[in-house]
């Protein structure tokens, strides 16, 4: 495992670096062809750290990155405060072209597979594989008189000086069904999460337009994506439930953290779906 730095758009990047170990070759492939490097992308709050479990479990066999998003983790916040999925996503493909990784399998979990999708439909011919773990619903596909009830109070409260006191009742909702080790860890992080890191993400989750992002992931030759979701990841505006297209496996026993909560069970979904036909 290396840790490293890598120039971003907005700042240094801050990733973890896992190579391959021996990785066998990809069926019909010769033998100097690894299998596919996979990236892993973690949510609002978290950092790099909250994919070890898949980390040691797909290294050993493909090469395996995890990224620092702009201002989480040892990544450089940005001088503009743009923690838009987009802008986020010229940072994977900036970490993408700093390691010399033409095409990937992309993971990313909840605020993070926002941004995966985002550079998926960027630049799909460098996203073999999207997975994406327990993405949020297309709020845009809320009805509007609903976004019109619910989103300005919300972040009316999330802009005024008791700010965290919502943001800890929002991930509180979002941990119902975990261990408690996941929930001490994530409360932690929303407990040292800078203001304008959890203003700016949220701003944007509520205004990203997901399901129009993976429709043109999806319209690219070879593009495939699957999800790994909780039991409570059942909303009619969530991805799957808009494209049904859109394969997916529910891990039961979790809440929104997955990884956290069945590390195994979640890293073996996902060497699944990579080694998948």
Known sequence: MRSQTVAGPAGTLHIVDHPAAGAPPAAGAGPSREALPVVLVHGMVGHAGFWEAPLAHVSGRRRAVAIDLRGHGASEPPPDADYAPSACAADVLAVLDALALPRVALVGHSYGALVALAAAAARPERVARLVLADPPRDFTQIPAEVQAQHFPPYLAALEADGWRDTAFATFNEALAGSTPATR?????????????????????????????????????????????LAPSNAWPQSLHVLRPALASVVLPGTSHWLMLDAPAAFAAALEAWLDAG
Do not use: K
């Open 184 to 228: 001490e860890t994530v409360l932690a992080r929303v407990a040292s999460t800078p203001h304008d890191r959890m203003l700016g993400m949220s701003r944007s989750l509520l205004q990203f337009e997901a399901a129009n992002a993976l429709d043109r992931y999806l319209a690219a030759p070879g593009a495939r994506a699957h999800a790994l």
